[in-house]
């Protein structure tokens, strides 16, 4: 997928934010992206009154991701109440590192980034394989 349609992403991403549940932080955020087969994921955040236990839009997002055949993301767009780009959190940047990879990009306030770009030297899968085949030798 050497084109990412950028646009239909932000309108999803924006469409996402009617399905947020943020009565606490009244912050809604939407995100949408594509995975590998080209099939377009999308989320939004859904609170909790324990405030540990809420879901960021990317979890939702990498959740429909898996429910509707798994895959890796390849783009995402991520946007706050006014559709405006948003940084995704630490936790989230790392979440998406793990089902996209370092080359998966995504629209960020300063605009086209690479996740490698975003969350340089991140902990990921290969640490785990690295430290396994240490283990078994």
Do not use: K
Request: hydrophobic fraction near 40%.
């Amino acid at each position: 997928m050497a084109d990412i349609d950028w646009d239909r992403l932000r309108e999803a991403a924006v469409a996402a934010l009617s399905h947020s549940y943020s009565p606490y932080s009244n912050y809604p955020v939407g995100v949408a992206g594509y995975a590998d087969d080209g099939r377009l994921v999308w989320g939004a955040n859904i609170e909790n009154a324990s405030y540990g236990i809420t879901l960021c839009a990317e979890c939702s997002m990498v959740s429909m991701l898996f429910a509707t055949g798994g895959g890796t993301l390849t783009a995402a767009y991520c946007v706050d109440g006014r559709g405006e780009p948003l940084m995704p959190c630490g936790r989230c940047r790392q979440l998406l590192y793990e089902h996209g990879g370092p080359h998966m990009r995504m629209m960020t306030p300063q605009g086209i980034q690479t996740m490698d770009e975003i969350l340089p030297q991140a902990f990921g899968p290969h640490d785990l394989e690295i430290a396994a085949a240490i283990e078994t030798q």
